[in-house]
């Protein structure tokens, strides 16, 4: 059934459709995909007047476009449109009860976070060079990966931590504090790789900094370093390293993760290191975890081997 067959053989469907158009000036593009989702319904229930459905045939139809590949999300946006038109329904007293109530949409499978692999990470972390802006780069980014910092995080470090424990520096301690989501602070190891390029930067940094400027990575101008410059750096570096793929500062934040809980299997550990306030965020690794294992179980394992 059309998008205009379903206007013309229901008369709710089309009075529906023209108050969104003339009353709440809806958009043509919200329009269109309106008639679009409630066709599909009609179609699923043969042309049966809409406001005669029940819950139990709406989760039918739902599971229908589920099951003929439509996408979580574009399940969940027809959702949407089918309980609008119920809604409107219900305040015109023309349903003794909506049948959307208790409707929900598949679940969207949680994407998995890219990391980088332990090889393309040495390789992206051997930059080559003494100049004092290659020097400030390779020290963020062995920061970066050593410590499983977010990129806000990276960015607003001081040279030294505040009294009142603001985020900054303590080689001495081997640790950097940073200040996290929520205003949390928490305090994770830097590494010894990081410890030494970060000794070395900072010989650089006295040059480059202004006198009065507290961050840790300064830019040209003496000046703190944005987020936005530091993506860029960290892209020229990806692309001159060789590695074929573009790398964003949060894939250090997950290589780190990865590589850690493939190494040590420790989930609180690597939640801790994190800030993540629950668990269940920090579970994600454990897939990327399995398919780094399966990738071994396929290359090394007889009967995994294709013939």
């Known amino acids: 059934m059309t998008d205009a067959s379903v206007a013309e053989s229901d ?4 009075r ?13 593009h919200t329009l269109t995909a309106y008639r679009r989702d409630l066709a599909l319904l009609a179609a699923g229930v043969g042309g049966r007047p809409l406001a005669t459905l029940q819950s139990h045939e709406l989760r039918r139809q739902a599971m229908r476009l589920h099951g003929q590949g ?5 399940v969940a946006r027809t959702l949407s449109a089918w309980r609008a038109y119920y809604r409107w329904l219900a305040r015109r ?14 679940k969207r499978p949680r994407a998995l ?6 090889d393309q990470t040495a390789a992206l972390l051997a ?12 020290a963020m980014f062995e920061l970066f990966y050593s410590s499983g910092l977010r990129l806000a995080e990276l960015a607003s470090l001081d040279l030294v931590a505040g009294r009142q424990g603001s985020a900054g520096l303590d080689l001495a301690g081997g ?43 300064v830019s040209r101008r003496g000046t703190r370093l944005s987020p936005r410059a530091i993506e860029l ?4 570096w990806a692309k001159k390293s060789g590695l074929g793929l573009h790398v964003h500062p949060h894939m250090l934040r997950h290589s780190f993760a990865s590589h850690v809980l493939q190494s040590s299997g420790d989930l609180r550990a690597v939640q801790e290191m994190l800030g993540h306030a629950s668990i269940g965020t920090t579970q994600i690794y454990t897939h990327l975890d399995f398919q780094h294992l399966a990738k071994v179980y396929d290359a090394a394992h007889p009967r995994a081997r294709k013939k």
Not at 182 to 187: E, I, M, N, P, V
């Open 11 to 14: 008369t709710s469907v089309s």
């Open 16 to 28: 529906f459709l023209a108050e969104l158009a003339h009353q709440r000036r809806a958009s043509p």
């Open 70 to 74: 439509l996408a979580a999300r574009s």
């Open 93 to 106: 007293g023309q349903l003794a009860a909506d049948p959307c109530v208790g409707l929900r949409a598949p």
């Open 113 to 118: 976070p890219k990391a980088l692999g332990i």
């Open 127 to 138: 930059m080559p060079g003494d100049a004092p802006l290659a020097v400030r780069d390779r």
């Open 175 to 217: 640790e950097v504090t940073v200040t996290g989501k929520r205003a949390k602070t928490r305090t994770v190891p830097v590494g010894a790789q990081a410890a030494a390029v970060l000794r070395t930067w900072l010989e650089q940094r006295v040059a480059m900094a202004k006198t009065d400027e507290a961050a840790l990575f």
């Open 233 to 236: 750096r960290l892209a020229h």
